[in-house]
């Protein structure tokens, strides 16, 4: 299996007069991930199936990497909190991308490769970015095949 970790992309700030899952994506976030998705075509990234955190900037990440889909999109409440085993017993397809949120997704890499939740901090996965793994999903069974921050993706669009 080929396991791509997707932060979501750049949302509002937090504030006290709005509910952090109806954070929404900012225009500049939407602008720079869609060139994102451009980079991810080019390295020929398409997925079976796409699965997201409920929260709104988890959705609005998920509905922008569409057109690298092949398959189906799915709602998982397990990606808005720390990795579990629930979360690897859901995970099915050959290339699987799975939308979420700091520090959860760098623990959850760190488990994945490392076996250990612990150094999820070590693994910087910015807004935007993505972690791209290979292999069995279970604990330290998988390889980290390359770490992108958005930067590099956007660039690769323009080539």
Known sequence: ??????????????SPEQPDADRALTRKGRKRFKAAVRGLRRLDVRFDVIRHSPLLRSVQTAELLAPLLDGQTVVDPRLAEAPSDGLLAGLSGARVALVGHQPWLGELCAWLTAGDKGHGEAIPIDKGGLAWLSGDPVPGQMHLLALFPLQPLRRMARK
Do not use: G, K
Request: proline share 0%; no cysteine; hydrophobic share 65%.
């Open 1 to 14: 299996m080929e396991l791509f970790l997707i932060r979501h992309a750049a949302a509002e700030d937090a």
